[in-house]
């Protein structure tokens, strides 16, 4: 088992915490918070207090925290499906690993400039440090990804970070935020959807950018959402 902690932790999500994985810099260990889990499917849902609801939500509604996961992988076999090498725009899942604070994703870890884990398009934003250059290269990048195959669902803009490699100099990676979250994802279905809801995502990114908000994780920390409730699952020690 992996053994994960604070030392490893390097960034946060309102949902996961993410852990260098310890003695490989190229990777990265996504574990889900305790809190998510439970806001979604424990005491913290908010028909928990329901009885009978809670029973029937239970036995046949019960959304799996992991099926995000699930979304993800598919959008990844999807290209090597269409017989495609890995896009570099898209962030590559390695596999799973057992670890101390739960299942864990491993990707691969993007870098930036200096080495260093990339930073996020928000947080350049937030610095005064997403000059034209970036701008016009991020345009390129939502055309390309209007024209890729992959689905979006929370374009935000620090779910995208600024990579660098000696191959392919600057580029921007989608690490969190694409897949279907719905219960019909139309958008798989069909290319028009897909499409539209993408240009949705795109408006609704161009405005973060002009005008960035703190970090989801940093509201969400702010607004007491990650104090930790009793844990519904156990399974973690
Ligand atoms: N593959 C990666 N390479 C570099 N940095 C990454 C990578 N994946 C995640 N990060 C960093 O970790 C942060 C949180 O990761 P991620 O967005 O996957 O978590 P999350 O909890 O699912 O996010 P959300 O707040 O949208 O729910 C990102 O904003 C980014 O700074
Ligand atoms: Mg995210």
Known sequence: MLLLGDDELIAEGVRR???RY????DLLVKVLKRTFIEKRNGQG????NFKRLRHRYFRNLRRPHFDMYVSEIREQLAFAEAGLRHPHYLQRIVGFEETNKGLGLTV??????DGDLAP???????????DLPLRKMLDEFLDELLRSPITI??????????GYSEELGDYYVVIDGYGTRTLLPVERISERARRSAKQRQFTNFRRQ??????PAALRAKESGAFTEGKAATAHFE
Do not use: C, E, H, M
């Open 22 to 25: 310890p003695g490989n810099s």
């Open 108 to 113: 691969q870890a993007i870098k930036g400039r």
């Open 45 to 48: 849902a908010p028909w928990y």
């Open 17 to 19: 915490d993410v852990f």
């Open 120 to 130: 996020t398009v928000g947080a350049l934003a937030r610095a005064g440090t997403f």
């Open 209 to 214: 950018l002009a005008n960035p908000p703190p």
């Open 153 to 162: 669902s929370d374009l935000n803009i620090d779910n995208i970070v600024l």
